[in-house]
């Protein structure tokens, strides 16, 4: 059995570089991952988003939309990490994130097959002759894959992170 070994006590500048850090790294990942969904739906970004109205180019506008969006829940990520390492001698950086990937696979996985499915907005019927034929279903999956990408990091934050919102341990 390997040995623990002791954590460096944490400092309020290093805390705060680990939660800059976390927030930079998920702004980078929001930016690439509209990158990919304006593939699939542009509609989604220049209606949905306002971005037609923007007067950066196109994937730029996106690329500074989805930076913007990742970057609370990088530091959500990594400030709660930072409350359940401070609790643990066991914490892992890699299971907190591998757990917090798996619950994020999931939404996507679901969450847009139940919105293309329901379009729970009338997506489909509002957009009739304003869009071609099949743009209100990508849309949809678009939109599915945006609520996933938050509901599962939400959710899994919230499942894996339940024991730092807890109460202190007693000394």
């Known amino acids: 059995?390997?040995?623990v070994r002791p954590r460096a006590p944490a400092s309020r500048p290093r805390e705060y570089?680990?939660?800059?850090a976390g927030a930079l790294a998920a702004g980078a990942c929001g930016a690439l991952f509209d990158q990919v969904t304006?593939?699939?739906?542009p509609e989604y970004f220049l209606d949905g988003k306002g971005l037609a109205?923007?007067?950066l180019p196109f994937r730029l506008a996106v690329a500074w939309t989805g930076f913007r969006g990742g970057l609370p829940l990088g530091a959500l990520?990594?400030?709660?990490?930072?409350?359940?390492?401070?609790?643990?001698?066991r914490f892992s950086w890699r299971a907190w994130l591998a757990r917090i990937m798996a619950a994020l696979a999931a939404a996507l996985a679901v969450c847009p097959a139940v919105m293309a499915a329901l379009d729970p907005f009338g997506v489909r019927e509002a957009s009739l002759g304003?869009?071609?034929p099949g743009a209100a279903t990508r849309y949809l999956v678009c939109w599915g894959l945006h609520a996933g990408a938050y509901l599962g990091v939400l959710v899994g934050v919230?499942?894996?992170g339940r024991p730092a919102l807890g109460r202190a341990p007693r000394p």
């Open 1 to 3: 059995m390997a040995a």
């Open 17 to 20: 570089l680990a939660i800059l």
């Open 38 to 41: 304006a593939t699939i739906s």
């Open 53 to 55: 109205a923007s007067s």
């Open 77 to 89: 990520v990594t400030g709660v990490a930072l409350l359940r390492a401070a609790r643990s001698d």
């Open 130 to 132: 304003a869009w071609a």
């Open 158 to 160: 919230f499942l894996d």
